[in-house]
């Protein structure tokens, strides 16, 4: 670089000395002359920029997915280094990233600390085929998801997504949700509203057997006391503080200006609010309003139609309105109640319970709107085959409308997404959790997915053969075994911790509605809430029209009477009561521990056996998943690939191979993308219930003036 610098000088002096150089060939010269000197000042940049040298070491240890690793070696340079990653959870400390998906390129910037810097892409080479096969969904995964979780309001400026930190709050060291010490507030240190520094020692706390320590602030900013001298910051004995959500808080430490949250990588924390969320919401709220809030004033109905009590004997159709019901039910509880709502009250605290509450009503009013178009626009073959869902009605629906291209589209597009999702995230997702949930307790499980997989394939395959009557049998036995079990399990443990109910609605009520004591904020919460319930319940998403297609009814709004109860079931009691379970016992605070786990710890803090009953009602809920879906995709696929047997035998088959596929492998990614695909089905099918609401609202009426008219038939 030096040698570059002083042959320039020396060609600019030639040339300015040269008495037979023009004006304009010196102009020439300065125009050269500017352009070597920038030339020169870039690379002298760049390599000062990037003159770190650094050693990788890229390491895939097993044919098992998402364990790949990077290592980094700095070789000079000045420490500290910083280590900036693409992937948000690993700290900006950190030389080494882990858990990297094989097949996906990750990026990394080191910089020491006087300002020099290494850039550079790593890829971990995937070697076996589900490595393969998840890495290269990856992608897609992620473009789905940034439809589906796309913020509208942040992209038009309605809010900043990015979440600030006002506050820092201090929880008392060595606290964890299992505790029996006492944490008592022994002396202030500080005045409450003074200035402190970071480091600073502020109050003296006794921990029982833990000991006594300094408290020393985290940050700099203004002091407030939230407990007084001489009181339990946290005592085991209080049901108010088991329950309450941050009750080990000790104090708070106001910033004096506000601080970004950020991820280990240093990337801004953001709070979304996203679209798939919304659209589901949405459609619930609009649909209740619309039909007059028929999820309230229909219930009492619902519940007679459910009972049997208007079953007509001869009305055309296959299956009862309760096996309808059992059926669509069975599809819906399931893993989501259990791990799902685990995951919603770590993410929202206590107060993601209301919401989901709050979501399950709306949600009630979708339900009624798509099996009652179900039920009207099925087709009955000569055989006797029904073959009714989104399909019939998107498409013959929106016919009627002169909306054909429209309808057929919107049909086909449901139809796809349909067999994915029954393949995916009705299937293998289901066949795959449930062996890792036994395998668990089951030592002698472990290692023998395959076989497995084989062995729930033959029970599934025993159901599914059978058909739609078959499948009704078997899940109107099942779904009330399995549901009582769990709900009687969860009453068990609430009723032994009856005295935290006061704490518990408290805790609930609070984490709604105030936003300084919610894990995200107000609309955090909220999200968190109704995203759970919108997942469960799959109200909107269309499914379940499928199952009460083929129930036996003269009217058509009946059967969607008979269907605003799965919401109920699925979010407002058995969601409700998971999450019940893991306020009345604490567990909701714990970390370090997630989904089934989370839940089946919370079982297992009061009933200690429980957590092998709990390991066979996941069993029972993912068969009976498995089983419904198998009709859904099944008349997804007749949709596109015809009706004949020869065509439901293919499905049945591909749907049995891919129960034993899904317990042998990890698939990750492929699995998120089924699972995205059952939410995706809710866009072709809410665009044409908003289509078709005026006509169920008609239907509907017309119903209610025979049933105050008494001219429905009625078993005495």
């Given at each position: 670089?030096?040698?570059?610098?002083?042959?320039?000088i020396?060609q600019?002096?030639?040339?300015?000395?040269?008495?037979n150089y023009t004006?304009k060939a010196?102009?020439m010269?300065?125009?050269?002359?500017?352009l070597l000197f920038?030339?020169?000042l870039?690379?002298t940049?760049n390599t000062?920029?990037q003159d770190?040298q650094?050693?990788?070491k890229?390491?895939?240890?097993s044919d098992?997915?998402?364990?790949?690793?990077?290592?980094l070696?700095?070789?000079d340079?000045e420490?500290p280094?910083?280590?900036?990653?693409?992937?948000q959870?690993?700290?900006?400390?950190?030389s080494?990233?882990?858990n990297?998906?094989e097949?996906?390129?990750?990026?990394?910037?080191?910089?020491?600390?006087?300002?020099?810097?290494?850039s550079?892409?790593y890829t971990i080479?995937a070697?076996?085929?589900?490595?393969h096969f998840?890495g290269?969904?990856?992608?897609?995964v992620?473009?789905l998801g940034k439809v589906?979780f796309?913020?509208?309001?942040a992209?038009v400026g309605?809010?900043?997504?990015?979440v600030?930190?006002?506050?820092?709050?201090?929880?008392a060291?060595?606290?964890?949700a299992?505790t029996?010490?006492?944490?008592?507030l022994?002396?202030?240190?500080v005045e409450?509203g003074?200035k402190?520094?970071k480091g600073?020692?502020?109050?003296?706390?006794s921990?029982?057997?833990?000991?006594?320590i300094?408290?020393?602030?985290?940050v700099?900013g203004?002091?407030?006391?939230?407990?007084?001298?001489?009181?339990?910051?946290?005592?085991?004995d209080?049901?108010?503080?088991v329950?309450e959500?941050?009750?080990?808080l000790?104090a708070?430490i106001?910033?004096?200006?506000?601080?970004?949250?950020m991820h280990?990588n240093?990337?801004p924390v953001?709070s979304q609010?996203p679209?798939i969320v919304?659209w589901?919401?949405?459609?619930?709220a609009?649909?209740?309003?619309r039909?007059?809030?028929?999820?309230?004033?229909?219930?009492?109905?619902a519940?007679?139609?459910?009972?049997g009590k208007?079953?007509e004997p001869?009305a055309?159709?296959?299956?009862?309105?309760?096996?309808?019901l059992a059926t669509?039910v069975?599809?819906?509880?399931?893993l989501?109640?259990?791990?799902?709502v685990?995951?919603?009250?770590?993410?929202?605290?206590?107060?993601?319970?209301f919401?989901m509450?709050?979501?399950?009503?709306?949600?009630?009013s979708s339900?009624?709107?798509?099996?009652t178009?179900g039920?009207k626009?099925?087709f009955?073959?000569?055989e006797?085959?029904?073959f009714?869902g989104p399909m019939?009605?998107?498409?013959h629906?929106?016919?009627?409308?002169n909306?054909?291209?429209?309808g057929?589209?919107?049909?086909?597009f449901?139809?796809?997404l349909?067999?994915?999702?029954s393949?995916?995230?009705g299937?293998?997702?289901?066949?795959?959790?449930?062996?890792?949930?036994?395998?668990?307790q089951?030592?002698?499980?472990?290692?023998?997915?395959?076989?497995?997989?084989?062995f729930?394939?033959?029970?599934v395959?025993v159901?599914?053969?059978?058909g739609?009557?078959?499948?009704?049998k078997?899940?109107g036995?099942?779904?009330p075994?399995?549901?009582?079990v769990?709900?009687?399990g969860?009453?068990?443990?609430?009723?032994?911790?009856?005295e935290n109910?006061?704490?518990a609605f408290?805790a609930?009520?609070?984490?709604?509605?105030?936003?300084g004591?919610?894990?995200?904020g107000?609309?955090?919460v909220?999200?968190v809430?109704?995203?759970?319930?919108?997942f469960s319940?799959e109200a909107g998403?269309?499914s379940?029209?499928?199952?009460?297609?083929?129930a036996?009814?003269?009217?058509?709004p009946?059967e969607?009477?008979v269907?605003?109860?799965e919401?109920?079931i699925?979010?407002?009691?058995?969601?409700?009561?998971?999450?019940?379970?893991?306020i009345?016992t604490?567990?909701?605070e714990?970390?370090?521990?997630?989904?089934?786990?989370?839940?089946?710890?919370?079982?297992g803090?009061?009933?200690s056996?429980?957590?092998?009953?709990l390991?066979?009602?996941?069993f029972?809920?993912?068969?009976?998943?498995?089983?419904?879906?198998s009709?859904?995709g099944m008349?997804?696929?007749?949709y596109?690939?015809?009706?004949?047997?020869?065509s439901?035998?293919?499905?049945?088959?591909?749907?049995?191979?891919f129960?034993?596929?899904g317990?042998?492998v990890?698939?990750?990614?492929?699995?998120d993308f089924?699972?995205m695909?059952?939410?995706?089905?809710s866009f072709?099918?809410?665009i044409?219930?908003y289509?078709?609401?005026?006509?169920?609202?008609?239907d509907?009426?017309?119903?209610i003036?025979?049933l105050?008219?008494?001219?429905l038939?009625?078993?005495?």
């Open positions: 670089m030096i040698s570059i610098k002083i042959a320039l020396a600019v002096f030639f040339a300015y000395c040269n008495p004006y010196k102009f010269w300065n125009f050269k002359v500017i920038c030339g020169v870039f690379l940049a000062n920029a770190l650094v050693e990788s890229l390491i895939n240890p098992q997915i998402d364990d790949g690793t990077i290592q070696r700095v070789l340079g420490e280094y910083t280590f900036k990653w693409s992937k959870d690993v700290s900006l400390s950190s080494t990233a882990s990297l998906v097949g996906i390129p990750y990026s990394v910037t080191v910089t020491d600390v006087g300002g020099r810097t290494f550079a892409e080479e070697e076996s085929i589900a490595e998840n290269s969904f990856k992608p897609i992620n473009s589906l796309w913020d509208p309001f992209a309605i809010y900043d997504p990015i600030y930190k006002d506050v820092e709050k201090i929880f060291p060595g606290w964890n299992d029996t010490e006492k944490f008592k022994e002396k202030w240190l409450d003074s402190v520094e600073q020692k502020i109050a003296v706390l921990r029982g057997k833990l000991g006594s300094e408290v020393e602030s985290p700099n203004s002091l407030t006391h939230v407990d007084d001298e001489g009181e339990y910051v946290y005592n085991p209080n049901p108010k503080h329950i959500t941050n009750a080990h000790l708070k106001e910033y004096a200006d506000q601080v970004i949250l280990p240093g990337d953001e609010i679209f919304i589901l919401i949405f459609g619930a609009f649909f209740t309003i039909l007059g809030f028929i999820n309230i004033r229909g219930f009492k109905h519940l007679q139609l459910a009972s208007y079953d001869n055309p159709g296959r299956i009862t309105h309760f096996q309808a669509a069975s599809a819906t509880v399931g989501g109640n259990i791990a799902g685990a995951v919603a009250i770590s993410l929202g605290g206590a107060g993601a319970t919401w509450i709050v979501a399950g009503f709306l949600g009630m339900k009624f709107v798509e099996c178009l039920v626009y099925r009955i073959s000569k006797g085959r029904i009714g019939n009605y998107l498409r629906g929106l016919e009627k409308r909306l054909g291209k429209l057929a589209f919107l049909a086909g449901f139809a796809i349909g067999i994915g999702a393949f995916g995230g299937n293998m997702f289901q066949s795959n959790q449930s062996f890792e949930i036994l395998s668990n089951i030592p002698f499980l472990e290692g023998q997915g395959p076989w497995f997989g084989v729930l394939a033959v029970l395959g159901v599914i053969i059978g739609i009557n078959s499948i009704a078997v899940t036995k099942v779904v075994f399995m549901a009582g769990y709900v009687l969860a009453l068990i443990v609430i009723g032994i911790n009856i109910i006061g704490p408290n609930i009520f609070t984490g709604a509605f105030n936003p004591a919610l894990k995200g107000f609309i955090g909220l999200v809430g109704f995203q759970r319930a919108a319940n998403v269309g379940a029209a499928i199952a009460h297609s083929a036996k009814t003269y009217h058509t009946s969607g009477f269907a605003l109860l919401p109920f699925d979010t407002v009691v058995v969601c409700t009561l998971t999450a019940l379970v893991l009345f604490g567990k909701h714990l970390t370090g521990v997630a989904g089934v786990e989370l839940t089946s710890s919370a079982f803090s009061v009933i056996w429980f957590p092998y009953v390991s066979l009602a996941v029972l809920f993912a068969f009976s998943t498995m089983i419904s879906w009709y859904y008349r997804s696929w007749t596109i690939f015809g009706k004949s047997n020869r439901e035998l293919i499905y049945k088959f591909l749907f049995l191979l129960v034993v596929l317990a042998s990890s698939l990750g990614a492929v699995l089924s699972d695909m059952i939410l995706a089905m072709p099918n809410i044409g219930l289509i078709l609401s005026g006509e169920v609202k008609g509907l009426k017309a119903y003036v025979k105050k008219e008494g001219s038939y009625k078993k005495e």
